[in-house]
């Protein structure tokens, strides 16, 4: 339950605290005062998203703080899902900066939006106006159904068992799928990989085979030029070689005068010896080397192909031909088994689809027992609350299996005698929406464990002894939850355990909105304002007073 409320900076609320009672509070205040606003600051603290729209000083930062008390729930796990601190006393924090960051805060640890949604969902319920229309909707009607039938077991089983089949059914339709691309385009990709392996890669080295060609196409010139050297090494009269070896004779004879001598000898030696290798090793490719017309053209062919492989698969290398063709064959050898993928994946949808129906039946059945049960406990309250006519109906009609089950829900409602009953959204007034809301509440309230329940304005459209049975409702709820009721009404405002007051206050350059709880002679003061207006008569004092006493 809620222990404290702060907010700051939001909207019209420039600092605002509240400790609520932990069983039944009644706010109060003039419309406009701002009594709603609060809950659009309780929201973030739900995870709600804001803008800067929100601050009332746009050069200060918003600030929304709850303290709760959580030590008699066990929401330990929720928090060591969200891998946030869990503390019996949690405290949740929300920050809006002039520039539009939000930041959020569970017991000083950051926390996301998701987080906050989660955590909050177990902490309040709040009602808003908005949520009475809501109650028209097949998935609301579908929700407070599974609530009042407390079969979150049932619900936990079923999702899992629709999670698999699901997943069973998404890997089916993609198999068959790739299996009908595949067999589009299977002949053409079988094309390209004969083409490749055609090609024989392997081994093909594209530089070597470049070299070689440029070598045999300049064979003839090659030749000429090595002749050429050759014969001034070692045939013209004035030979290299043959002086080389003169001027080593010359200096061998003189080499053992001293070791300067002897050192240039060895060096002419290795000159000589280098150029005689030189001259040998020209000689040899000279004699290899051959201009030859047929494997010219071969080794053209061989690099035409490679080039036109590279260009058809956009790729500039062998090895990248090489990898293109291993994934074509892979893929081929994958078709090929595809076949025995898909009745693999055929067998597995059957049988989760099998284990998916049997636990929806099951949870099909609960729905329709517990529809029966609540749409006669609805009776029995509307009733009370002054539809005295009022007959509901609620039909589980089977559906596709979605993840919410087998089953869509209709909710129909006839207010008057001997009529049949119809869809809510189409016969159903606003303050019946409020009433049918109330009683929705009131019988799901004991099956859950919400520390917190919220209403605004709940009490459209009612007055009288209505108003009277419905605060004695919320006194019920109020046993064993908190429970905070928005209100402009003199019953509901008698019947609270704490009466707060908003007010607008006008004594600044700005009006702002406050809140403060009433003392015992100001709530007198207060509801016989709301029963007589402004300057309440002595009647209308003592209404208050017998109000109070009920």
Known sequence: MIKSLQIKNYA????LEMSPSPNLNIITGETG????IMLGAVGLLLGKRADTKVLLDENQKCIVE??????AYSLKKIFEEEDLDYEPECVIRREISPSGKSRAFVNDTPANL???KAIGEKLMDVHSQHESLQLGKNLYQLNVLDAFAAHPDWISSYRIAYQAYAESKNRLERLESLSAQSAEDADYRQFLLNELQEAKLDDLHQEELEKELEVLENAEDIKLKLSQIIHLLDESEVAVLQQLNESKSLINSIASFSKELDELSDRVESVSIELNDISNEMQRIQDKVEHDPEKIQKLKDRLDLLYRLQKKHAVLTTDELIKLRDELDQSLSQVANLDSEIAKAKKELADSEKVMLERGNKLSESRKLSALNLSDEIEKIIKQIGIENGTVEIK?????PSINGLDTIEMLFSANKGIKPQELKEVASGGEFSRLIFA??????????????????????VSGEVALQMIRMMKHMAKSHQVISISHLPQFAAGGDAHYFVYK??????SVSKIRRLADEDRITEIAKMIGGENPGASAVESARELLQL
């Open 12 to 15: 019209l609320i420039q600092d």
């Open 33 to 36: 005062a701002g009594k709603s």
């Open 114 to 116: 998701n987080a906050l």
């Open 66 to 71: 709850g303290v709760f008390d959580i030590s």
């Open 440 to 461: 929705v509440k009131y019988l799901i309230a004991d099956k859950t464990a919400m520390p917190t329940i919220i209403f605004d304005e709940i009490d459209t459209g």
């Open 396 to 400: 589980v009609n089977p559906s596709e």
């Open 505 to 510: 206050d006008h004594s600044s350059h700005r």
